[in-house]
């Protein structure tokens, strides 16, 4: 299977039936009306090349160089093929539905309107011409299935496939941009834009967290922490790690937002692998034990962990203690820059 791009503006009078034909009829086609016949496609299946060479030199045109658009539609796209059709500032995928090309003779006139419902009409000399008479530089088609219309370029196409968009060939292999075309379809479909800042976290979180993983110790992830919550704008409160009674619990940094009066209890974990239940019972024992006046309290567990057990996340479910995942950490400091960080 390739992937193709392919250019419906045709010739002389052709985008006003090109595109109905592909959007409402679904039929690709391609300019050429001088040689539209099926015995011309006959000739270029069996002789190659040359067939559609010798009919170029024919009409004193010599070898031109878009003949080799007319050998791709007719003998390089296959049934299967994906075809990205470039419009105005989107573009639409089909797939070829099989191996027929038509021509002027065989494609069903009933469906060669423009785009205001207006019949054309083909004469003895093999030509379609509109109802003024013009001929339309339209011959030969392919029956194609829709997969999707209208993509918008922007927020879906990566830069290699707008780039490539900007060709003005009628049509070209780019199927070396086959990830590009799927993820602008996956993400259309799922109704997921390109964003920039969101691929730029998902690309640095992972070096982040490994930087923080090697280069910090339990106390300095702990100032990470205190460092995270000082960036939001709360002042922060260290607890005493001496409580004689452990029964109540432990909090590591509790950052207090003065302007929202909520207080933020967090449990500090260097863990790799799996953090279990643990962390959440000592914050949920740390938050029943001590009260902060008007303050709405949170209580958080930021681990260095990759995950979090069953066991603990079922718990923190029903106490309401959010659990946040090493990666998950790397992310938040992204989005809060890394001004003022001296850890």
Known sequence: MKYW???????????????PLLFTHHYLSIGWSDFSSDDFVRKVLAEGLSAIEN???????????????????????????????????????????????????????????????KRAIRKEDGYYYNVNGQPIDLGFYRKVKPILYNIPRAGFADQRLISRMKIRQTNVDISDLKSS?????KAYEEQKPINLKEKILDETA????????????????ESLVEWYLKSL???????????????EGDADVIGYFENIKTAIMVQVKKHEGI????????????????????????????????????????EAEEAGVRLITGLDFAKMILNAGLEGLNI
Not at 181 to 185: G, L, M, S, T, Y
């Open 5 to 19: 791009l392919h250019r419906i503006t045709g010739g002389d009078y052709a985008l006003p039936f090109a595109h």
């Open 55 to 117: 009919a170029t030199l024919s009409e004193g045109w010599g070898l031109p160089k878009n003949r080799w658009n007319l050998w791709r539609f007719i003998h390089e796209m296959k049934s299967g093929d994906i075809i990205l059709v470039p419009t105005s500032q989107a573009f639409s995928l089909f797939e070829i539905e099989d191996d027929v090309i038509f021509s002027n003779e065989s494609i069903d006139s009933s469906v060669f309107m423009d785009w205001n419902g």
């Open 181 to 185: 075309i799927e993820n602008a379809r």
């Open 206 to 221: 992972p070096k982040l967290l490994s930087l923080i993983e090697n280069l910090t110790s339990a106390d300095h992830f």
């Open 233 to 247: 704008g709360a002042r922060t409160e260290i607890p005493s790690k001496n409580a004689p009674d452990k029964g």
């Open 275 to 314: 953090t279990d239940e643990w962390a959440i019972q000592q914050i949920k024992a740390y938050k029943t034990n001590h009260t902060y006046d008007d303050y709405l309290t949170q209580m958080w567990v930021i681990s260095s962990c990759e995950h979090y057990s069953l066991a603990a996340m079922n």
